[in-house]
């Protein structure tokens, strides 16, 4: 692959293993879309979404493609009274990253991120590379050897 994104060079750094998909040269936007094209199951690919709760406090919360986010259980998860996604326009600022290449790996700061219980029905999970077109696939025991992560029920 001649292009390595920001997150796959931080997996190398840290030996991590992964397998990356390239769906750049295809019309896929939504996350079902990638899942298809990448002859996957809409449920072993995650989508990052990121929220801001009532403290300020910023969080990534990380599920199915196919799922939405429910905002109270994902306060729940977190200790929040409430939680909300945070603008588009604001996200590059915040993360590094853009609508639709957030990836949980590498943001300019950390931010608590929690992951949909069903994560744990794999061994690994596919998500953003950091780059619109680019997604990774890493072992979830890996994975929280760079990032700190938990799991909670997310999804309504």
Known sequence: MEHKTNVMRELDKLKISYNHYCYADTDAVSGVDVAHVLNQNPEHVFKTLVTVGKSKKHYVFMLPVAKEL????????VGEKAVEMVKSKEL?????????????IGMKKFFKTII????QNFDSIIFSAGKIGYQVEVN?????????????????
Do not use: Q, R
Not at 116 to 119: L, N
Not at 143 to 156: G, P, S, Y
């Open 70 to 77: 429910d905002l109270k259980k994902a306060a729940k998860s």
């Open 92 to 104: 590059l600022g915040l993360t590094g990253y853009i609508h639709g290449g957030c990836s949980p």
């Open 116 to 119: 949909d219980k069903s994560a």
């Open 140 to 156: 979830i025991e890996e994975l929280t050897k760079v990032i700190k992560i938990d799991f909670a029920d997310l999804t309504e």
